[in-house]
C-alpha cells in the first residue's frame, strides 16, 4: 500500500511539472487561417477582418511578384484609414519569399488589429492567392 501511494505521487509531480513546460505552448493555438488575393494589376489585397486574432504569418504563392510586403491597418473597411504599420519608426515588411510561409517576428504579431491589408511591392501580374495565418492567445 506505501509502495502505491509513492508511485501515485510521483505521476501527480511529473504531471504537474509537464503542465507547467508546456502551459505556455498550449495557450498560442494556430486556429485562423485566411485566404485572399492581391487581384491582378492592383498592390493590396482587400480588407482581411482578423477577428480578435493575432497575425501570425504570411504564406506566399510561388508566383508572387513583389519583393517585400507591408501590412495595413484600420479600425474598420473604410479604403482611406488604412495606415502602414511601424515600429520604431520603421514600416514592418516581410520579404515575400516565393512559394514560402513568413512568420512575424513577436514583436510584430499585435492582437490588437482588426482590419489589415497585405500590399504589395509591385504591382501583380495576375490574382495572387495568399494565406494569411492566425493565432489566439
Known amino acids: 500500500m506505501q509502495n502505491s501511494k509513492f508511485k501515485i505521487q510521483k505521476?501527480?509531480?511529473v504531471f504537474a511539472l509537464?503542465?507547467?513546460l508546456?502551459?505556455?505552448i498550449a495557450k498560442a493555438q494556430f486556429v485562423h487561417t485566411v485566404l485572399d488575393s492581391v487581384k491582378a494589376g492592383t498592390t493590396s489585397s482587400a480588407a482581411i477582418?482578423?477577428?480578435g486574432y493575432t497575425l501570425a504569418g504570411i504564406e506566399f504563392?510561388?508566383?508572387f511578384t513583389g519583393a517585400t510586403v507591408?501590412?495595413?491597418t484600420s479600425a474598420d473597411t473604410v479604403t482611406a484609414n488604412f495606415k502602414t504599420?511601424?515600429?520604431d519608426g520603421a514600416d514592418v515588411s516581410l520579404t515575400a519569399t516565393d512559394g514560402k510561409y513568413c512568420q512575424f517576428?513577436?514583436?510584430e504579431t499585435w492582437g490588437v488589429l482588426r482590419y489589415i491589408k497585405i500590399v504589395s511591392a509591385s504591382t501583380e501580374a495576375a490574382t495572387r492567392n495568399v494565406i494569411i495565418r492566425c493565432v489566439r492567445f
Open 22 to 24: 508546456f502551459a505556455p
Open 18 to 20: 509537464c503542465s507547467m
Open 49 to 51: 477582418d482578423l477577428e
Open 85 to 87: 504599420i511601424q515600429y
Open 105 to 107: 517576428k513577436p514583436v
Open 11 to 13: 505521476v501527480l509531480i
Open 70 to 72: 507591408t501590412i495595413t
Open 61 to 63: 504563392p510561388a508566383t
